[in-house]
């Protein structure tokens, strides 16, 4: 086992760092500690309600399209919000050994042009049902990489996805992008094809680290990418990093941190590492005894909180920050986030439409998600099927549980007057069961829960899946004395760090911390 962190863990009687350097930030941590012991443990990262372990193979190509045709009327409607579209493109040049996604790795661009052709045919299938040229506000690539692609490639797939949507001027189109595989070259075409919000992963800036994970990205290369993207009007870059890495200390991760602050970007998000073997093959390659204990990661989440805050970002929630001015936080204060398959999305009401191997749609009522590999996928369309493997169908309850999930994770409270209002029920004889849940988070300061609103507190925050779960009715959960749950499935992590694309089978959770 290698040695603990050289700065001591917070909590302890040798005081870590912490920003404000006063005893009160002290006792926080311990108290958070301890609530964490009792209520910590795995949860669903609620990107949907019900999470995708609940889809089924239910879903048939006729109930796709009625709820496809159901999209284009809403979405025609004066006033209507516009569509959000998700491209899964899954080809990695590198194998990265911490991650869990559905890639493919390769280093022929034959077969990414010959995907970007059966993209083509998955939205000329979809559009048959929906129409060609409705409005599209929201665009995001994910992967994979999608840096992967050529630059004609990249000019390919948005023309062709042009050919069917309507992309509009002023809407928000995000790309994923591994800093390794961009020059200032791409950033221009991807500047030109219209897209304005980056994604760049960088893990953790330590070289040790980069190397015990299979990930050597220079600090300069990350550095130029953000450079070029200001110089090409990129309006908000986000920065993602891992907590609990191989050879990550508090030391270390601190100076990431320093590091990325630096940089100046408009989000950062931090999502823990689980680690998985026995799932992902390529994890068997990371050293288990230098990966930081729990509470060492727990330290350096808490510092993250401290640092991030000291520089001016704001918690949006589920570890991802933003500065006041970016379009999350504004949406926050607004009563406007909500959360979909790619994390905080700014529109809340948009159907969302996917596309490639194992990408998630809601459109109108149902969830849908295609099918994982490339020879699945392709023979689908090859006999104009959709490729689809499963989903669900929303029923009203899912909606109402739904709306309560969205309220405490997005905005940290839930009004009670409204929600019977709008839904002409009693909120608490339909929700009893939910409540009897909360009590033990009440008590634990977590919550607070009148006759009018249920409110997260700064405590609660760090845990607000926990709080979210009382509410989610396909758990398979009983409480237990102590506050915390007897899960009776596998505690597994959902999704698999920086995509924002959940596995076919997919992980139901991750740590709440």
Known sequence: ?????????????????????????????????????????????????????????????EDYIRQLRAVATRTAAPGAAPLSLYFHLPFC??????????????????????YIRYLDRE?????????RGLPVGQLHWGGGTPTFLSHEEMRDLMRRTRQ???????????????????????????????????????????????EAIHRVQPVSQTRAVIDAARRHGIRSINLDLICGLPLQTLASFDATLRTVIDMAPERIAIYGYAHLPHLFKPQRRIDEDALPTASEKLDMMLLAGERLAAAGYLDI??????????????????????????GYSTQAQSDLLAFGISAIGKPGEAF???????????????????????????TK????????????????????????ARHQIDFQHAYAGALAQLVPLQAAGLVTVDATRIGVTPLGRHLVRRVAMAFDAYLAAEPVADGRTNDRADRRPEGCGTSR????QPLRYSRIL
């Open 368 to 394: 849908v998600q295609n099918v994982r590999t490339l020879d699945d996928y392709y023979t689908a369309l090859d006999a104009r099927r959709f490729p689809v493997l499963r989903g669900h169908h929303l």
């Open 93 to 114: 040049a590198h194998l990265c050994w911490y991650c869990g996604c559905n890639k493919v790795v390769t280093r022929d661009h034959g077969r990414s042009a010959k």
């Open 501 to 504: 694309t959940i596995p076919i």
């Open 317 to 342: 929630g589920m570890d991802h920050y933003a500065r006041p001015d970016d379009d999350l936080a504004r949406a926050q204060a607004e009563g406007r986030l909500h959360r979909n398959f790619q």
């Open 164 to 210: 069917y949507f309507d992309l509009q001027a002023d809407g928000e189109y995000a790309i994923e992008i591994d800093p390794r595989a961009v020059q200032d070259d791409t950033v221009a075409v991807l500047a030109e094809l219209g897209f304005n919000r980056f994604s760049l992963g960088v893990q953790d800036v330590d070289p040790a680290v980069q």
């Open 1 to 61: 086992m290698r040695p603990a962190s050289t700065i001591p863990v917070r909590g302890t009687s040798t005081p870590a760092p912490c920003v404000s350097g006063d005893a009160p930030a002290d006792a926080a941590a311990a108290r958070l500690r301890d609530t964490l012991q009792r209520f910590g443990g795995s949860g669903p990262r609620y990107t949907s309600y019900p999470t995708a372990d609940r889809f089924t193979e239910a879903i048939t190509a």
């Open 123 to 131: 939205m000329a299938l979809v559009t048959e049902a929906t129409g």
């Open 397 to 420: 309850e899912d909606h109402r549980r739904a709306e309560i999930i969205q309220a405490l994770m997005c905005h940290f409270t839930f009004d009670i007057p409204a929600f019977e």
